[in-house]
């Protein structure tokens, strides 16, 4: 067992555990396994129904601000479906959702959109 670890770079405990795997499973059970992770907290149905709470703005919602900021999309929802994300999740969760973060234009009152348009 030395040498086969040897020769292929690994320690001796691994290749024992791959050998027991190969008498009990064949290639199937040395083949990697795929770690998943957590379920989604929102399901499909509901990612649908927030972007739709989402695309109506927040005015719709109640909220003083005119754009969605990550606070405002994690207390929609907390309200919408009694779920709670981590403040640092947010920004993931509407990339995932096709949005992208905008800033904001900001225009001199004065401007002339006629002589810029010249």
């Known amino acids: 067992m030395t040498?086969?670890?040897a020769a292929v770079g690994s320690s001796k405990?691994?290749?024992s555990r791959w050998k027991e795997a190969w008498k009990h499973g064949g290639?199937?059970?040395l083949r990697?396994?795929?770690?998943?992770?957590p379920s989604p907290k929102l399901k499909p149905q509901q990612r649908r129904q927030l972007l739709a709470a989402l695309k109506q703005g927040t005015r719709?919602?109640?909220y003083a601000l005119a754009g969605w900021t990550g606070p405002?999309?994690?207390?929609?929802i907390r309200r919408l479906f009694g779920v709670e994300y981590h403040a640092n999740y947010m920004g993931t969760l509407l990339h995932r959702l096709g949005w992208s973060p905008q800033k904001p234009e900001h225009r001199a009152r004065e401007r002339n959109e006629r002589a810029i348009a010249r």
Do not use: T
């Open 3 to 5: 040498e086969v670890a």
């Open 60 to 62: 719709q919602w109640d």
């Open 32 to 37: 990697p396994k795929r770690h998943p992770g």
């Open 13 to 15: 405990s691994s290749a």
């Open 27 to 29: 290639a199937k059970a």
């Open 72 to 76: 405002l999309v994690r207390d929609l």
